[in-house]
């Protein structure tokens, strides 16, 4: 458990959910890791779990970035890995029912956010002593891949991040700075918020049954495999790695499973 000795980590949205999963196994893994969020009781929790350190921010307010930047700078160092986790699907609805505020929340909280996190990220890389270089991570979902029509919002912000973590891409690589970029897809995961949806329904088994139904494995996945797959993008065994989308949905989007 020491594959990510010595790198300093930023997760954003890291209070819940794959977020939280993820500091835990980044500081399990060697990370000194930064995390960010709204909720201060969950955040309390976790650093005093962890030791990982937590700043309040809003991924998509750019005017908060440089200070996050500056506070990882003096007390860390350096930056090594950002994940952009960070997102919302509150308020979405089809097509012709969605708000304009809706909207433009889910696209700021959703595309804005991770291409801050990104374009941040990067001068803080470049800054590092033994030269740029770093690993930028972007949670989109298997629903950037195949759309919801009744989330709008959510699947086509979803489905930018695949481009925007290519763009980035290419971007590091031509200029020589040795930064990689990766979207991951996760399918439907196991999360409190699910839980929470799972036992509010009125029939709690046959709305877990039709969550674990849509993956081929028949289950819904842990966000412990999540954060593994994390670990292995922050990791120096992906150094090859970029521009790619990996696919985190026991086989969801993979075809049809039949009728």
């Known amino acids: 458990m020491s594959r990510l000795d010595g790198k300093v980590a930023l ?20 990370a000194t890791v930064v995390f960010t969020g709204s909720n201060r009781d969950a955040a309390k929790a976790i650093a005093n779990d962890t030791g990982a350190h937590f700043e309040v921010q809003r991924v998509e307010d750019e005017n908060a970035w440089p200070e996050l930047m500056a506070e990882i700078k003096a007390r860390f160092g350096r930056l090594d890995v950002a994940f952009a986790n ?49 690993s930028i991570i972007l949670n ?20 930018a991040l695949r481009l925007l973590a290519k763009s980035v891409a290419v971007h590091c690589a031509r200029h020589g700075l040795n930064i990689r970029c990766n979207s991951i897809h996760p399918g439907v995961i196991e999360t409190a918020l699910i839980q929470s ?13 039709q969550l674990e139904r849509l993956s081929p494995m028949s289950r819904m996945g842990a966000t412990s495999e999540v954060a593994g797959l994390c670990v292995y993008l922050a990791s120096d065994e992906a150094a090859f790695v970029t521009g790619a989308e990996y696919v985190i949905d026991g086989g969801s989007t993979a075809g049809l499973v039949g009728v």
């Open 140 to 159: 989109s979902s298997m629903n950037g891949i195949l759309a919801l029509p009744d989330n709008v919002g959510y699947s086509t912000t979803k489905g």
């Open 197 to 209: 949806a799972i036992g509010a329904a009125p029939d709690p088994a046959a709305a877990r049954a």
């Open 11 to 30: 997760i954003t949205g890291g209070t819940s959910g794959i977020g939280e999963a993820t500091v835990r196994r980044f500081v399990a893994e060697g």
């Open 86 to 134: 960070a997102g919302i699907e509150g308020g979405d609805a089809d097509i012709e029912s969605l708000s304009m505020a809706a909207w433009d929340k889910i696209v700021a909280v959703n595309m804005t956010g991770p291409m801050l996190t990104a374009k941040y990220a990067i001068s803080l890389m470049k800054q590092n002593a033994d030269g740029a270089g770093g």
